[in-house]
């Protein structure tokens, strides 16, 4: 179940205890609560997390395959997730509790910072071995957050980082043991959860437009 947790300034938006993928119905109740944090007039800043051993698998692949007429509209549709969590107008951090692979990986990454549990879980984008090509788009916001290395490793290789190594590569911005975690990802926005909204807003849509555009230009 997502939960959007308010504990002011941080509010924290709890993906789930299974796999996180990417239903139609995960996706409803991720955009409502993000919906709900663009909208508030309250001084926030926003976690991700999950509650289990996910922070995200990704992309639902069961219900694409049972659905390959909607791949299109599917595809659109995460790309916006992207497209709204890059754009939020309030500080964010991912507190990658678990596995973050592909798309669930995407989404930590489309986060101003990340923090990752330090003993367990792998931070991994596996499509050359899952054999589905980035689209323009996800290969737009992944090269825009990391170095032109990292991104060439994680995206060629299918490589799984642990916390320590992916805090090496760029990847994440800290990492911790699972129990200080929370407060950790919490003390990267903490502080910045008064920021004039107004003014963030214009700041990341320019920051991340060349991202936004890719994102929502469907693929050939």
């Not at 409803?28 to 999950?50: C, F, I, K, S």
């Not at 299918?158 to 129990?179: C, F, I, N, Q, T």
């Amino acid at each position: 179940m997502v939960t959007l947790i308010k504990n002011d300034p941080v509010w924290t938006l709890d993906l789930g205890d299974d796999e996180n993928r990417f239903s139609p119905t995960w996706l409803d109740a991720v955009e409502d609560a993000l919906e709900e944090v663009a909208t508030t007039d309250a001084p926030v800043a926003l976690v991700t997390t999950g509650g289990g051993k996910f922070y995200s698998n990704g992309l639902d692949l069961d219900w694409l395959g049972a659905h390959p007429d909607e791949f299109a509209s599917y595809v659109a549709r995460v790309h916006e997730l992207f497209v709204r969590v890059l754009t939020l107008p309030v500080p964010t951090v991912a507190a990658v509790n678990g596995h973050a692979f592909g798309a669930g990986a995407m989404l930590a990454t489309a986060h101003d910072f990340r923090a990752m549990r330090t003993d367990r879980g792998f931070f991994c984008f596996p499509e050359v071995d899952i054999h589905i090509p980035f689209t323009t788009g996800m290969n737009a916001l992944i090269t825009s957050r990391f170095s032109p290395r990292t991104a060439l490793t994680a995206m060629t290789t299918g490589r799984r980082y642990g916390g320590a190594e992916a805090l090496a590569a760029g990847l994440v911005d800290a990492d911790a043991p699972l129990e200080q975690l929370a407060e950790v990802a919490a003390g990267l926005v903490r502080d910045l959860a008064g920021k004039d909204r107004a003014t963030l807003a214009t700041i990341k849509a320019r920051l991340n437009a060349d991202v936004v555009a890719a994102l929502r230009t469907p693929d050939v």
